[in-house]
C-alpha cells in the first residue's frame, strides 16, 4: 500500500515499503511557473535525508529539491530530462522526480500527511 | 479604439528591424579591398576553402541597423533605471574622457613598466584610495568582477587555511546573501551550509553561533544585504567567528550605501570584494566589463595574488610572478590574464577624484535617502517586506496584489509601458514575489515623483481590479510579452538562412 507524505520544502514522497517516489507538489510547481530545466539524480546515487537531491529551474528561479528521505535512488525520471513541462502539467503524477530505496527506518518521522500539508499551505 | 496595422509593419521611429544576416547581399560590401593577388600558403592543407558566411551590407545599412538597434535599448543614459541589486547609476562623462586619454588607453600590457610608469602609478592610486575607504591593509586589484573578487577573497581564505595546516570543509553563507557566494564557496570547494534570517531580515549573532563550528572556514555575509537592509550585528558576528578560527568575507557588492561613512576594517571583516561598476561609476549590464578589487585584512594579506604593482627608489613596477614575491607575501596565484581591468582603474579613479572625500560620503548619503524616499512614498500602496529605514534598495512584495489577480510580473510589464525599467522581480527569494528597487544616488527628487505617481498609479489600477489591462502589458512596445518559457526551453541560437 502506498502512503503520501509531504514536507515543509514543498515535496511529497509516495512509500511503498522501502521503495519511495519523490517530486514536487503542485502548489511547488504553481509557485516556480513554467519549468524548464530539470536535473535528476542518477541510479546509485545516495541521498540524505534534507539534503538537495535534485535541481529545478523555472523562468522566475532555480531551486533545489531535497531528499525528504535518506537512501539510495534506483531511478531519476529521464522523462522529466527531456520535457520539463512535465513538473507543470502533472506534478504529483508523471512529473516525479526520482525514486530511492530508503535505508533509515525513523526517517518519516516529521513528514506531513495531506491535510497536514494542505493546512501548511493554506498558513502561508 | 483599434489600430490600424502600417503597411510596413513599422510603427513611427519603431521600425521592424531584420536580423543582419537577412540584409546580406553578397556582392555588396562598405569595404573595397583589392582582389588577392595569387600566392602560395604555408597552412598546411588548413586553407580554409569556403567562404566564413559574413553578410554583405554597404556601410549606410550598417549604420542604419545598429543605430536602430540601439534606439531599441533602454540605459541610465535614456531614464531611471531601479533595478535593485545591480545598482545602475549613471557612469559621468569625465570618466570616459579620463579613460580615452592616450597615455591610459593607447598602452599595451606587454609594455617596458619604464614606459607605462603613469598606468602603475594609478593602479597604486586606486589602492591606496580603496584601502583608505575601507580601512584595510591590502587590495588585489585583478578580480574581473563580483564574483570573481568573492572567489579572490575565498581563495585566499583557503590559502591561509593551507597555511595553518588545517582542512575546514564548509562555509556559512546567510539566506539573505547574494547569490553569488554559496556558488563562490561551492567552487573552491566547500560545503555550504544556509544562516536562516530572522524575521526582521536581518541575520543574528545567535544564528551564526548555532553554525560555528571547528569545520567552518568561513562566514560570507552581504552588508547591506540583499533587502537593502544593515546588518547591525556585524561586529559581533565578526567576533565570534574570528573566535571560531574562522574568517569573515563581507560581500561589498553594496558598499555603495556606506562609502565613505564606515571602514570595513571595523566591522572586522576579512576580505571584501568592491564592484567598481556600482560603488565608483564604471560601466555595466552591457557598457562595460565590471572590476571587482578586493580588500583584505592583515591575516589575508599575504596571500593575496599576483600581479600587484609595488613601489621603489626607482619608481613603479609589477610582480608577475608568484616566485617574485618578496618579504612575507605567499601569493596564492594568478587569476587573470595581465592586470585587471584596467579601463575601469581609470574611470574609478576619475570618480573618486572628481568627488573627493566629502563627495564619496554624499554619494552614500543620496543613495540611502532615495531608497528611503522610495520606501516612504510607497509604502501605503505597495507592501513593504522589512520594516524601515532601508539602506539603498527597498523591497516589496507582492502582498498589495493579493485576490487581485495581478503578478509581479504583470506588474513590471505594465512599468515598462509608463516608459520604466521594471525594478528587479522576484528576488530576493526570501519574500514572496518581490519587488525590489534601487534607485542609486543619481536620480534627482523629481524624477523619483515621477517614477513614484507611475508605481502608485499602477497599483491603484491593480487594486481596483483592471487585472486584464496587466495581463496585456506592455503594449507600446516594439514586442509585446515573450514566450520566456520556449526561449528556455528551446533557444534558437544561431541564425540559418531560409530554404530555397
Redesign the interface.
Known amino acids: 500500500m502506498t502512503t503520501l507524505y509531504f514536507t515543509e520544502e514543498h515535496e511529497w514522497i509516495a512509500v511503498d515499503g522501502d521503495v519511495a517516489t519523490v517530486g514536487i507538489t503542485d502548489f511547488a510547481q504553481g509557485q516556480l511557473g513554467?519549468v524548464?530545466?530539470v536535473e535528476v539524480p542518477d541510479a546509485g546515487k545516495a541521498v540524505s535525508k534534507g539534503k538537495e537531491a535534485a535541481v529545478v529551474e523555472s523562468?522566475?528561479?532555480a531551486s533545489d529539491v531535497y531528499s525528504p528521505v535518506s537512501g539510495t535512488v534506483t531511478e531519476g525520471n529521464q522523462a522529466l530530462v527531456d520535457d520539463?513541462?512535465l513538473v507543470n502539467r502533472d506534478p504529483e503524477g508523471e512529473g516525479w522526480f526520482f525514486k530511492v530505496t530508503i535505508s533509515g527506518t525513523g526517517d518519516l518521522e516529521g513528514l506531513m500527511d495531506k491535510a497536514a500539508y494542505d493546512a501548511f499551505v493554506a498558513s502561508l | 479604439m483599434t489600430e490600424t496595422r502600417t503597411i510596413t509593419g513599422n510603427r513611427g521611429l519603431m521600425v521592424e528591424e531584420r536580423l543582419i544576416f537577412e540584409y546580406d547581399h553578397q556582392n555588396r560590401t562598405a569595404v573595397d579591398v583589392p582582389a588577392v593577388e595569387p600566392y602560395e600558403d604555408r597552412l598546411g592543407g588548413l586553407r580554409r576553402k569556403g567562404g566564413v558566411g559574413l553578410p554583405g551590407l554597404a556601410e549606410p545599412q550598417v549604420v542604419r541597423h545598429y543605430t536602430r538597434l540601439s534606439q531599441k535599448n533602454y540605459g541610465i543614459d535614456t531614464g531611471l533605471f531601479p533595478l535593485g541589486s545591480c545598482t545602475m547609476k549613471y557612469n559621468p562623462r569625465l570618466n570616459e574622457k579620463a579613460a580615452r586619454m592616450t597615455g591610459l588607453a593607447d598602452i599595451h600590457p606587454f609594455q617596458p613598466v619604464s614606459t607605462v610608469q603613469g598606468a602603475l602609478e594609478l593602479m597604486d592610486t586606486l589602492s591606496h584610495w580603496l584601502k583608505q575607504l575601507t580601512g584595510m591593509p591590502a587590495v588585489a586589484l585583478s578580480p574581473a568582477a563580483g564574483a570573481h573578487g568573492e572567489l579572490c577573497g575565498v581563495m585566499a581564505i583557503r590559502a591561509a587555511m593551507d597555511a595553518r595546516g588545517e582542512n575546514r570543509t564548509t562555509i556559512l553563507v546567510p539566506e539573505s546573501a547574494h547569490g553569488t557566494n554559496p556558488a563562490t564557496a561551492a567552487i573552491c570547494g566547500y560545503v555550504v551550509e544556509s544562516i536562516p534570517a530572522e524575521e526582521s531580515g536581518r541575520v543574528s549573532v545567535e544564528a551564526v553561533k548555532a553554525k560555528l563550528g571547528p569545520h567552518v572556514a568561513a562566514v560570507m555575509i552581504t552588508n547591506p544585504n540583499t533587502c537593502g537592509l544593515f546588518e547591525p550585528e556585524m561586529i559581533e558576528i565578526s567576533r565570534v567567528v574570528h573566535e571560531a578560527g574562522a574568517y569573515v568575507y563581507m560581500d561589498g557588492a553594496n558598499f555603495n550605501a556606506v562609502v565613505g561613512r564606515i571602514r570595513i576594517a571595523d566591522l572586522g571583516v576579512d576580505a571584501m570584494h568592491i564592484n567598481l561598476h556600482k560603488t565608483f561609476s564604471t560601466p555595466h549590464g552591457g557598457g562595460g566589463p565590471g572590476s571587482g578589487p578586493t580588500v583584505l585584512s592583515a591575516a589575508l594579506a599575504p596571500y593575496a595574488p599576483v600581479p600587484y604593482v609595488v613601489r621603489d627608489d626607482k619608481g613603479f613596477r609589477l610582480v608577475e610572478h608568484e616566485r617574485d614575491a618578496e618579504g612575507d607575501a605567499k601569493p596564492f596565484g594568478r587569476m587573470k590574464g595581465y592586470h585587471g581591468q584596467f579601463g575601469m582603474f581609470v574611470r574609478a579613479l576619475a570618480y573618486m577624484l572628481a568627488l573627493g572625500k566629502d563627495g564619496l560620503q554624499q554619494v552614500s548619503g543620496d543613495a540611502v535617502l532615495n531608497a528611503n524616499y522610495l520606501y516612504a512614498r510607497l509604502a501605503d500602496v505597495l507592501s513593504a517586506s522589512f520594516e524601515g529605514p532601508v539602506m539603498h534598495e527597498a523591497l516589496f512584495d507582492d502582498r498589495f496584489l493579493k485576490d487581485t489577480g495581478v503578478t509581479t510580473l504583470d506588474f513590471a510589464k505594465a512599468l515598462i509601458d509608463e516608459g520604466y525599467h521594471p525594478m528587479t522581480m522576484y528576488f530576493p527569494l526570501v519574500v514572496h514575489g518581490a519587488l525590489l528597487m534601487e534607485p542609486t544616488e543619481t536620480e534627482s527628487k523629481a524624477a523619483l515623483d515621477q517614477f513614484i505617481e507611475a508605481v502608485r498609479g499602477l497599483a491603484e489600477r491593480a487594486k481596483a481590479g483592471d487585472a486584464e489591462y496587466f495581463r496585456q502589458a506592455p503594449v507600446h512596445t516594439p514586442r509585446r510579452r515573450l514566450d520566456e518559457t520556449l526561449a528556455a526551453r528551446k533557444p534558437v541560437l544561431r541564425w540559418t538562412p531560409p530554404q530555397a
Do not use: G, R, T
Open positions: 513554467d524548464v530545466f523562468v522566475k528561479a520539463p513541462a
